[in-house]
């Protein structure tokens, strides 16, 4: 009996009921190891119920011969399936993190796009949906995850599956004008709408996705869309805060700790930040001394040549401001690349009297949210937070600032340095009601509640990217390459 059969048998016996089963596909599968927060987010909201998680093993081969590895995490069975090298670079590194991601995060300049990299990103969804099919069971509810899968539905339905399939992307969807330059956004968008359901974080994208389809689709139905802002458990966030550090971060009191946790992406506003950060010591003299930024930022795709540069320019901007302004029993930045685990950085923001979060885009942030979360109620931290998060439009009590301006980044980190203990309670307790009125329990069974009531789709019957058409595309791409490296 071959491996994927018994892992198929397995599953159903692990599960004899034969009603719905929710269905993740996402890139990454759990057992991956990433600082993301679709990751972290999604384990919590689906390890108490039984599901099927499907997606990347992690592990490139040179070719993708079928094998889906299978494990599980309490309820949740893991469903992994390795890549090919070539492919996954071509689907990953290529066009979801060379096209989308800037894209999406309107950072037109940073894009690359290539006809190979795009094909490739059509093959490894179409893969991964074949790879797919034998496991799942004819009332399946399929969850599919980000702006990797775009694709995905539209794979199955080739492919003839009639289950329901919903969408979330957890990234910004950008404004029409500028989604209007990616590359083959009109394949993209009737793609997308092979979804029964497409969930945005905030009405900003949901609106930015329904006018783009009017737009470029005007005699087509826009597919059914909602919000749904990914929230954290609060709750369980907050008994992690409290256990005992790994590190006491600023022992002597007379510091005063800035804290800030992001994955090192452009997105993310860290070269803008560490500039504010410099003018806040340049203008405040009387802050040297006594105050400390710390910067945690684990490097992330680091096969992209935009990442690589941000870590060149932030590793400079860092050798700046130590030379300018530390003293031999005093640095005022500490910058960390290793990554911790979340239940590690909760009693590190705890001890923070500033959390500074100030991307420049971003789908929802929940470092800002996990930081709220931390904060003893009776002496919180105050949370300084871009107005370009979507969790700006939730967490009313921040000091919301353009992490544009670094004069008005300074001015809140100073505000926030000096804030009354009675302003600070009750900034925090208006956002600790936000965590706890939109969990990610919450979340995830909106989401689900929604998907269950929209109206079908099913399988559609023509096929615009069938395989010999994507095979010829492929072809075509890669023969114009080799012609242009030998022209
Ligand atoms: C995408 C969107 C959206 C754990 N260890 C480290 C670390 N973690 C955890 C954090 C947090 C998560 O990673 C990071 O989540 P973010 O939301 O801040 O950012 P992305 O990874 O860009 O996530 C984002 C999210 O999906 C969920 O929908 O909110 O907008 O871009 O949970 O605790 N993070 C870092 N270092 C660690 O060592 N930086």
């Not at 990347?56 to 070719?63: A, F, I, K």
Request: aromatic letters at 8%; glycine letters at 6%.
């Amino acid at each position: 009996m071959n491996e994927l059969v018994s892992a198929t048998r397995r599953l159903k016996d692990g599960d004899m009921e034969q009603h719905e089963r929710v269905v993740i596909v996402a890139n990454r599968t759990p057992a991956t190891k990433t600082a993301g927060g679709l990751a972290c987010g999604l384990l919590d909201a689906l390890r108490e119920k039984p599901s099927l998680w499907f997606g990347w093993s992690g592990e490139l081969r040179e070719d993708d011969s079928n094998s889906v590895q299978l494990s599980s995490i309490d309820s949740l069975t893991v469903a992994a399936i390795p890549l090919a090298r070539e492919a996954h670079n071509r689907y990953y590194n290529g066009f979801a993190n060379g096209v989308l991601w800037p894209a999406f995060h309107h950072r037109l300049d940073l894009m690359r796009f290539s006809e190979t990299d795009y094909t490739g990103y059509l093959e490894v969804n179409r893969h991964m949906a074949e790879q797919l099919r034998p496991l799942l069971r004819p009332t399946d509810l399929l969850w599919v995850h980000d702006y990797h899968l775009l694709p995905f539905a539209d794979m199955c339905r080739a492919q003839g599956l009639q289950q329901r399939m919903g969408f979330f992307l957890h990234i910004p969807f950008p404004v029409p004008s500028v989604a209007q330059a990616i590359p083959r956004i009109d394949e993209l968008l009737d793609a997308m709408c092979a979804y029964d359901l497409l969930g945005f974080q905030t009405e900003d994208d949901r609106s930015a996705f329904v006018n783009l389809c009017r737009e470029r689709r005007p005699q087509k139905p826009v597919p059914e869309t909602g919000v749904y802002p990914i929230g954290v458990d609060p709750h369980t966030l907050r008994k992690e805060a409290e256990l005992a550090p790994q590190v006491k971060l600023w022992p002597n009191e007379s510091i005063q700790g800035i804290l800030s946790v992001d994955r090192l992406d452009y997105t993310k506003g860290l070269p803008e930040r560490f500039k504010a950060y410099a003018k806040l010591l340049e203008d405040s003299p009387e802050l040297r001394g006594n105050v400390q930024l710390v910067q945690i930022a684990p490097p992330s795709r680091t096969d992209v040549p935009a990442y690589v540069d941000l870590r060149h320019q932030l590793t400079s901007l860092t050798g700046e401001i130590l030379g300018r302004y530390a003293m031999l029993d005093w640095q005022p930045l500490i910058y960390v690349e290793q990554q911790y685990d979340r239940a590690a950085l909760m009693p590190l923001y705890r001890q923070a009297r500033v959390g500074l979060v100030t991307p420049l885009r971003d789908g929802m942030n929940l470092v800002a949210k996990e930081y709220v979360a931390a904060q003893d109620p009776a002496d919180p931290g105050v949370l300084v937070l871009s107005r370009f998060a979507g969790a700006a439009s939730q967490l009313d009590g921040a000091l919301l600032v353009n992490p544009h301006d670094p004069g008005e980044v300074a001015e809140a980190m100073r505000v926030a340095l000096s804030m009354p203990r009675e302003e600070r309670v009750a900034r925090h307790r208006r956002m600790w009601a936000v965590l706890c009125a939109s969990t990610i329990e919450g979340w995830r069974n909106r989401c689900l509640e929604d998907l269950r009531k929209v109206k079908q789709k099913g399988a559609r019957p023509s096929v615009p990217f069938s395989v010999s058409e994507l095979m010829r595309r492929s072809r075509e791409a890669q023969d114009a390459e080799v012609e242009k490296a030998h022209s």
